[in-house]
């Protein structure tokens, strides 16, 4: 029996049986990968650890499921994605290039202000899911749920607190549009709610999500 996740590209997240999410253990980063992945520079395998401060590539028809910490991500195809911290604790993300969907654990009260940067802004995240990309005229956010502030890195002053249940305020965050707004409304797009369970799940955590739809039936082919 296999377990099959689709995703909005169009590739398959095709997991065996005994591969149907729960939690990893701490001397485990790499959930599934496909395709060419580096770390550091380095071609990864799945037993590659991955700590807080690599740098995590992906190449083309290629992705990887990870944690660090109590944190879990999906990098896609033909993405950069620099992690900030140190051993196991992230502190920040910065999204060179490509498209990144990501579960954060809660921080402690005292502990430093997590925040994920793309091309165009800079997000605070406190005990949220994420998806977003990064291309050079502009990123895209959605707080699919949890609590975000968007910055923008052209304008700081233009800015945005976003709180989201289920995919309740998209946004796109441009360089330089016309009409000088430079956070706007934006569609749901290319994530879904599976691929969040599962990133949770490989935490040790059940998704907000749970609670609307069930995962012990996940659809196919959407």
């Given at each position: 029996?296999?377990?099959?996740?689709w995703?909005?590209?169009g590739?398959?997240?095709?997991?065996?049986?005994g591969?149907?999410?729960?939690?990893?253990?701490?001397?485990?980063?790499?959930?599934?990968?496909?395709?060419?992945?580096?770390?550091?520079?380095?071609?990864?395998?799945?037993?590659t650890f991955?700590?807080?401060d690599?740098?995590?590539?992906?190449?083309?028809?290629?992705?990887?499921?990870?944690?660090?910490?109590?944190?879990?991500?999906?990098l896609r195809?033909?993405?950069?994605l620099?992690?900030?911290?140190?051993?196991v604790?992230?502190?920040?993300?910065?999204?060179?290039?490509?498209k990144?969907?990501s579960?954060?654990?809660?921080?402690?009260?005292?502990?430093?202000?997590?925040?994920?940067?793309?091309?165009t802004?800079?997000?605070?995240?406190?005990?949220?899911?994420v998806?977003?990309?990064?291309?050079s005229?502009?990123?895209?956010?959605?707080?699919?749920?949890?609590?975000?502030?968007i910055?923008?890195n052209?304008?700081?002053?233009?800015?945005?607190?976003?709180?989201?249940?289920?995919?309740?305020?998209?946004?796109?965050?441009?360089?330089?549009?016309?009409?000088?707004?430079?956070i706007?409304?934006a569609?749901?797009?290319?994530?879904?709610?599976?691929?969040?369970?599962?990133?949770e799940?490989?935490?040790?955590?059940?998704?907000?999500?749970?609670?609307i739809?069930?995962?012990?039936?996940?659809?196919?082919g959407?």
């Amino acid at each position: 029996a296999r377990f099959t996740i689709w995703t909005p590209q169009g590739y398959a997240i095709n997991l065996g049986i005994g591969k149907i999410p729960k939690e990893l253990p701490d001397n485990k980063s790499i959930f599934e990968m496909q395709g060419k992945v580096w770390v550091n520079e380095e071609l990864a395998n799945e037993n590659t650890f991955i700590k807080a401060d690599a740098l995590v590539k992906t190449g083309s028809n290629s992705y990887v499921i990870f944690k660090v910490g109590k944190d879990a991500h999906i990098l896609r195809e033909n993405s950069q994605l620099q992690l900030q911290g140190s051993n196991v604790v992230e502190t920040g993300l910065n999204l060179l290039s490509g498209k990144l969907l990501s579960v954060f654990g809660k921080r402690e009260s005292n502990q430093q202000k997590h925040t994920l940067r793309t091309s165009t802004a800079t997000i605070g995240i406190r005990g949220t899911g994420v998806y977003a990309e990064s291309d050079s005229d502009k990123s895209y956010l959605c707080t699919c749920y949890g609590h975000t502030q968007i910055q923008s890195n052209v304008n700081p002053e233009q800015s945005e607190e976003i709180v989201s249940t289920h995919h309740d305020a998209p946004r796109f965050i441009f360089n330089d549009p016309d009409n000088k707004k430079l956070i706007v409304p934006a569609p749901v797009f290319n994530h879904t709610d599976e691929e969040l369970i599962l990133i949770e799940a490989i935490v040790g955590r059940e998704s907000p999500i749970s609670a609307i739809q069930s995962y012990s039936t996940p659809r196919r082919g959407y």
